[in-house]
């Protein structure tokens, strides 16, 4: 269910085991109100920020003069001169890791710490104290998004992928981690719960690990190391962030969210901890097949390789689990915002997921190295399986702190359609484009064409993936921004019946 609170008709007068947890989990909710919806809106701005980057990105793959709007506007308002040297100095080069570093660290990152907060006091039964640390470690986080972003775009660039962030920019996302992951590990260490919930494992494991990979790799890239071995602390940085981050904060909510809306346990524990324990082992020894075939040890990537044929483990108890645990309850995705988006998400985590076994295979990394088939797996997770995720846990939280319900079913069916069809092109054509780059370049004739004319190859898709794919997952992120800012002011529906898709029988 999606309603902001849960009862049980009781007799009169008499006050139920139910109705004590209700005042719990409100005041839960209470405590984590204004944190979590800092998170939230933040993240939707970096989301918005992070779209347009994104589509002039890939405009200027097919047209490197792009200039974004209208060009007899500028021409009549006389500012030209002001438009052009701007956009002249916004190169595929710097809008591209610009993009990446709005989408992972700005939207992903703090949409998926607001969902922990909320999910850790919940699931712990501890409410938050002190909530403004909170908020200031979020403002803080923020503040180095904001300069990262800048940065980049007036040409700064480690050289380090996913992690091109000036230092400035690294020491405000590190310190403002700070007030944020610590304050999650405190609500964990007093839990009320004896046992942790599989999210908590999940959350725990995330909170725990983002500073050890992210400190790590800051210290080990201001050290004189050789090219070679910057590459293997950025792969196995790289690795962390989608695995360990992205993906446990992802994972616990989709463990959270589906049981909760169709109102019945996971399917079964023991595939549930075979499936953390394999999946955080074996997920941290897969990134050196990201260098398969460069100047590293060959044990390194072999090992990398096996773990990653193993990771069909953990792929598999997690698939299992969900497809379970849904079954005989899909149609509830029918009418369910948050049911809908998540369900969708997690079978875009196994596509993630049997994308990095499949290409971790020598005889397929030959093909897709040096193509835009690794960006493809990039979205999948982020866009596909994240965002999906994030989105579902945003419609079902958002109510219960607000106090209302969401005003209209016709931008959350419009938000889903627009999400899933402009991601799944965005991803599709990354790798249909990976795909045919590989071929040609494994041709005998393709030394003759040079490698800037058969990379080029991929350039055929780009106008689809701009004008289809982040103009239809724009126009439904604006909307989506929209209809929460009208959550923030409190337009919505009274607060009682959830907003669904569709009601029960209204599509039979």
């Not at 800092?38 to 980057?53: D, K, P």
């Not at 500012?79 to 052009?84: A, E, G, H, M, S």
């Not at 899933?420 to 991803?427: D, E, N, V």
Request: glycine content about 10%; overall charge positive.
């Amino acid at each position: 269910m999606n309603a902001t609170t849960e009862t049980t008709s009781a007799p009169k007068g008499e006050v139920t085991r139910r109705d004590i947890e209700n005042v719990e989990r409100a005041l839960i909710d209470q405590s984590a109100r204004g944190p979590v919806l800092t998170f939230f809106t933040t993240a939707i701005f970096w989301l918005l920020v992070s779209v347009l980057l994104g589509y002039i990105a890939s405009k200027k793959l097919h047209n490197p003069g792009f200039i974004l709007g209208p060009e007899w506007l500028y021409a009549k308002l006389h500012i030209r001169w002001l438009v052009n040297p701007i956009f002249e100095h916004m190169t595929y080069g710097r809008v591209w890791p610009a993009y990446t570093t709005a989408m992972i660290y700005g939207w992903c990152s703090l949409a998926g710490m607001g969902v922990a907060t909320w999910l850790i006091g919940r699931l712990t039964r501890v409410s938050i104290k002190a909530p403004a640390v909170l908020q200031f470690g979020a403002w803080f986080w923020n503040a180095g998004v904001a300069v990262a972003v800048i940065t980049i775009l007036c040409g700064y660039n480690s050289g380090l992928e996913y992690f091109e962030m000036h230092r400035a920019a690294r020491a405000c996302l590190f310190i403002g981690y700070l007030f944020i992951g610590i304050w999650g590990l405190i609500l964990f260490r007093y839990r009320r719960q004896s046992k942790p919930f599989i999210s908590v494992w999940y959350l725990a494991a995330a909170f725990f690990l983002f500073p050890w990979f992210f400190g790590t790799t800051e210290v080990m890239s201001a050290m004189p190391l050789a090219g070679v071995m910057k590459n293997v602390v950025n792969a196995w940085y790289q690795n962390g962030l989608f695995n360990l981050w992205l993906g446990c904060i992802g994972l616990a909510t989709a463990y959270y969210l589906i049981p909760k809306v169709i109102n019945r346990p996971i399917y079964s524990y023991n595939l549930a901890s075979i499936g953390f324990w394999s999946w955080i082992f074996l997920g941290g020894l897969t990134a050196m097949t990201r260098l398969s075939g460069g100047p590293v040890p060959a044990y390194l990537v072999t090992i990398s390789i096996a773990a990653s044929i193993l990771m069909i483990i953990p792929i598999a108890t997690l698939t299992v689990n969900f497809v379970r645990t849904m079954k005989g309850h899909t149609g509830l995705m029918a009418s369910s915002p948050t049911l809908r988006f998540t369900f969708v998400g997690t079978i875009f985590f196994s596509i993630a997921a049997g994308l990095s076994v499949i290409s971790a295979l020598r005889s397929v990394d030959s093909y897709t190295h040096f193509t835009p088939w690794s960006y493809g797996q990039m979205h999948t997770v982020t866009l596909g399986f994240f965002s999906m995720v994030m989105f579902g846990a945003i419609y079902y939280i958002t109510p219960r702190l607000v106090g209302c319900e969401w005003l209209s079913r016709t931008f959350m069916k419009l938000h889903f359609f627009g999400t899933a069809y402009g991601a799944g092109t965005i991803i599709a054509l990354f790798l249909f484009g990976g795909l045919a780059t590989g071929f040609v370049l494994n041709e005998p004739t393709a030394d003759k064409m040079g490698f800037y004319n058969v990379s080029g190859i991929a350039n055929a898709y780009m106008p689809v993936k701009t004008y289809i794919g982040y103009v239809l997952f724009g126009g439904a992120q604006v909307i989506f921004a929209f209809h929460f800012l009208l959550m923030r002011l409190r337009i919505g529906q009274p607060a009682g019946e959830p907003t669904l898709l569709e009601t029960p029988g209204e599509g039979h």
